[in-house]
């Protein structure tokens, strides 16, 4: 209201601006307050884990909350030689490539087929990849244990990389397919014109085109394998094929009173985590909501 | 789409993917009915005994238990993540500065392996060492510490709250990026209409979003159905078994009690209960998969 009446109603409107304005500013006060809070709690469990890496363990019984009095690395050492976090880590690259290599080539040619062809039984072959989203993974665990000693690759990197490939498909071939389906139809014309065989196609005109869907399929099948811990428990037991979360979990269950040396251990694995997330948040971030909010 | 004229580059298309899905992630499941209606150790022959293995876990209050937890666990999850995430969706969908770190910070436990979660929330919940009792006592509140892993009574709520950290942050950034897809200008009449901070939510932002509500209500139940790593690594269900899920007890009674007939038949149940679970909620609220 711009006031050009009588006095009292413009200081009137003029306080209620004023009101308004504080109480905008508490209003802005107390989300932040919230935010920051929220910020906290889901920061400082992680931080007082990377800081007490950092101390003796005398410096983490006399101060637990803050930063080391003195930055000491002999946990380190001692973590990467008793845990063999270098072998793990190793081995977790390993399986977990090379399931994302077959999962996305093989989930690639599937969803290519799934979504530029029409076919009898298109639609069903579709749903059956796509529902194997629902299977809770450790209900096939007993199974998979007996399969696996039946093929003779039980405590091999097959036992985790084939269980892996076949429980990220579903996902890769959903995220693919939706993408391709939304290439216009003439994309290919020309080059059947051209006489261009169908795998040609695929190889030379599809796959390129769906280098952003393939991006988050990857990040996606690839953070399912570093993290999977199920299969491994029960599929690897010789120490020297075990992958970082199995790996870790033994080393924790084995030095249970010596917290600085744990956290060492956990840091060690943590960081590259959160290196590879800040500089690729986007896209990591995207993959794991975008379903949800295009569903 | 095209008409493919022949079908075995269909098939040379669709082998491998079939395969490698169907070998390893549906027969298991029919391996597993089949050894269900078995008694066998692992080693020595297999002896058919028809349906009592379910009749066995019908009994067992173990079972029973670790039922009652996995339903705890998917309510504390729709009821702590969902609200939660969706309360800090809506305070964040404002111009705040800062917004860009709230959300990377928000998102963090997400893509943290369970395994390092869960191994860090043991610390944390150590009756000695931990930082929750050593937060107790410097904040003068000492007299609520508690072994909390180690107590039957609270191990299970300790293990709640940690689920519920882990995933807060998904559905907070799920929310978020629904609610930026709504138009400014439909809020900006509502505005221009008087309406309040409140009013917005309920009768614009919230309908705008409940597609995409119900879909991470789903989401979040499926999710939750699957928690096997968080406990084995946190308590392996005890103490006394009070922190038993589903999955962690098949774990334990076929590798450690070499059960394999009866861990068989309780991967089944796993597997009909979370479908069941899954189908009704879709059902119940009309959600549209794409």
């Given at each position: 209201?711009?006031?050009?009446?009588?006095?009292?109603?413009?200081?009137?409107?003029?306080?209620?601006?004023?009101?308004?304005?504080?109480?905008?500013?508490?209003?802005?006060?107390?989300?932040?307050?919230?935010?920051?809070?929220?910020?906290i709690?889901?920061?400082?469990?992680?931080?007082?884990?990377?800081m007490?890496?950092?101390?003796?363990?005398?410096?983490?019984?006399l101060?637990?909350?803050?930063?080391?009095?003195?930055?000491?690395?002999?946990?380190?050492?001692?973590?990467?030689?008793?845990?063999?976090?270098?072998?793990?880590?190793?081995?977790?690259?390993?399986?977990g490539?090379?399931?994302?290599?077959?999962?996305?080539?093989?989930?690639?040619?599937?969803?290519?087929?799934?979504?530029?062809f029409?076919?009898?039984?298109?639609?069903?072959i579709?749903?059956?990849?796509?529902?194997?989203?629902?299977?809770?993974i450790?209900?096939?665990?007993?199974?998979?244990?007996?399969?696996?000693?039946?093929?003779?690759?039980?405590?091999?990197?097959?036992?985790?990389i084939f269980?892996?490939?076949?429980?990220?498909?579903?996902?890769?071939?959903?995220?693919?397919?939706?993408?391709?389906s939304?290439?216009?139809?003439?994309?290919?014309?020309?080059?059947?014109?051209?006489?261009?065989?169908?795998?040609?196609?695929?190889?030379?005109?599809i796959?390129?085109?769906?280098?952003?869907?393939?991006?988050?399929?990857?990040?996606?099948?690839?953070?399912?394998?570093?993290?999977e811990f199920?299969?491994?428990?029960v599929?690897?037991?010789?120490?020297?094929?075990?992958?970082?979360?199995?790996?870790?979990?033994?080393?924790?269950?084995?030095?249970?009173?010596?917290?600085?040396?744990?956290?060492?251990g956990?840091?060690?694995?943590?960081?590259?985590?959160?290196?590879?997330?800040?500089?690729?948040?986007?896209?990591?971030?995207?993959?794991?909501?975008q379903?949800?909010?295009?569903? | 789409?095209?008409?493919?004229?022949?079908?075995?580059?269909?098939?040379l298309?669709?082998?491998?993917?079939?395969?490698?899905?169907?070998?390893?992630g549906?027969?298991?499941?029919?391996?597993?009915?089949?050894?269900?209606?078995?008694?066998?150790d692992?080693?020595?022959?297999?002896?058919?005994v028809?349906?009592?293995?379910y009749?066995?876990?019908?009994?067992?209050?173990?079972?029973w238990?670790?039922?009652?937890?996995n339903?705890?666990?998917?309510?504390?999850?729709?009821?702590?993540?969902?609200?939660?995430?969706?309360?800090?969706?809506?305070l964040?969908?404002?111009?705040?500065?800062?917004?860009?770190f709230?959300?990377?910070?928000?998102?963090?436990?997400?893509?943290?392996?369970?395994?390092?979660?869960?191994?860090?929330w043991?610390?944390?919940?150590?009756?000695?060492?931990?930082?929750?009792?050593n937060?107790?006592?410097t904040?003068?509140l000492g007299?609520?510490?508690?072994?909390?892993?180690?107590?039957?009574?609270?191990a299970?709520?300790?293990?709640?709250?940690?689920?519920?950290?882990?995933?807060?942050?998904?559905?907070?950034?799920?929310?978020?990026?629904?609610?930026?897809?709504?138009?400014?200008?439909?809020?900006?009449?509502?505005?221009?209409d008087?309406?309040?901070?409140?009013?917005?939510?309920?009768?614009i932002t919230?309908?705008?979003?409940?597609?995409?509500?119900?879909?991470?209500?789903?989401?979040c139940?499926?999710?939750?159905?699957?928690?096997?790593?968080?406990?084995y690594?946190?308590?392996?269900?005890?103490?006394?078994?009070?922190?038993?899920?589903?999955?962690?007890?098949?774990?334990?009674e076929?590798?450690?009690?070499?059960?394999y007939?009866?861990?068989?038949?309780?991967?089944?149940?796993?597997?009909?209960?979370?479908?069941?679970?899954?189908?009704?909620?879709?059902?119940?609220?009309?959600?549209?998969?794409a």
């Amino acid at each position: 209201m711009m006031g050009n009446k009588a006095e009292p109603r413009e200081m009137t409107a003029v306080d209620r601006d004023a009101v308004a304005k504080t109480k905008r500013k508490l209003r802005r006060t107390l989300v932040y307050i919230i935010l920051i809070l929220f910020t906290i709690v889901n920061a400082y469990p992680i931080f007082w884990m990377i800081m007490n890496a950092f101390k003796t363990s005398q410096d983490f019984s006399l101060n637990p909350f803050g930063l080391p009095a003195q930055w000491v690395f002999e946990n380190f050492q001692d973590a990467w030689v008793t845990a063999n976090i270098g072998t793990f880590f190793f081995n977790s690259v390993l399986v977990g490539a090379a399931a994302v290599l077959i999962s996305i080539f093989s989930g690639a040619l599937a969803a290519y087929f799934l979504s530029r062809f029409e076919f009898r039984g298109k639609k069903f072959i579709y749903g059956f990849l796509v529902i194997g989203l629902l299977i809770p993974i450790h209900a096939t665990l007993v199974p998979m244990y007996i399969l696996m000693q039946n093929l003779g690759i039980l405590n091999t990197y097959w036992a985790l990389i084939f269980p892996y490939v076949a429980f990220n498909l579903p996902i890769t071939v959903f995220l693919l397919t939706s993408f391709m389906s939304s290439f216009p139809k003439e994309m290919e014309e020309s080059a059947i014109m051209d006489g261009c065989g169908v795998f040609r196609i695929f190889w030379s005109i599809i796959l390129p085109m769906t280098r952003p869907a393939i991006a988050t399929a990857v990040i996606i099948n690839f953070i399912n394998n570093w993290n999977e811990f199920a299969f491994a428990l029960v599929l690897i037991s010789d120490e020297a094929l075990q992958t970082l979360p199995l790996g870790l979990a033994n080393f924790a269950g084995a030095y249970t009173t010596n917290y600085p040396a744990q956290m060492a251990g956990l840091t060690l694995v943590l960081v590259p985590t959160i290196i590879f997330y800040l500089l690729m948040e986007k896209q990591i971030v995207e993959g794991m909501t975008q379903g949800a909010v295009k569903g | 789409m095209h008409l493919l004229r022949s079908p075995w580059k269909i098939g040379l298309g669709l082998v491998l993917p079939l395969i490698i899905y169907m070998v390893f992630g549906i027969i298991p499941i029919f391996i597993s009915f089949y050894y269900s209606f078995m008694a066998w150790d692992g080693f020595s022959a297999m002896n058919f005994v028809g349906i009592e293995n379910y009749v066995t876990a019908f009994q067992d209050s173990t079972f029973w238990l670790s039922l009652r937890n996995n339903i705890l666990v998917v309510l504390a999850s729709v009821l702590g993540q969902i609200p939660i995430g969706l309360g800090l969706a809506l305070l964040l969908n404002r111009k705040i500065k800062g917004a860009k770190f709230f959300r990377t910070i928000g998102f963090l436990p997400v893509v943290i392996s369970t395994v390092v979660i869960s191994i860090t929330w043991r610390m944390i919940y150590n009756s000695e060492q931990g930082l929750l009792n050593n937060l107790l006592e410097t904040t003068g509140l000492g007299f609520l510490q508690q072994n909390w892993l180690g107590d039957p009574d609270s191990a299970i709520f300790a293990i709640l709250i940690t689920i519920v950290w882990q995933f807060v942050g998904l559905y907070f950034i799920i929310f978020l990026s629904a609610l930026q897809t709504i138009p400014k200008e439909l809020l900006e009449a509502a505005e221009l209409d008087g309406a309040g901070e409140w009013h917005k939510i309920v009768h614009i932002t919230l309908p705008s979003i409940r597609n995409v509500i119900l879909v991470a209500i789903v989401l979040c139940i499926s999710g939750s159905l699957k928690t096997f790593d968080l406990i084995y690594v946190m308590t392996q269900g005890g103490p006394a078994h009070s922190t038993e899920v589903m999955a962690t007890y098949m774990y334990s009674e076929t590798f450690e009690g070499l059960s394999y007939g009866y861990g068989s038949a309780l991967s089944i149940l796993i597997l009909v209960f979370s479908l069941i679970l899954i189908l009704i909620t879709t059902k119940v609220m009309g959600v549209k998969r794409a």
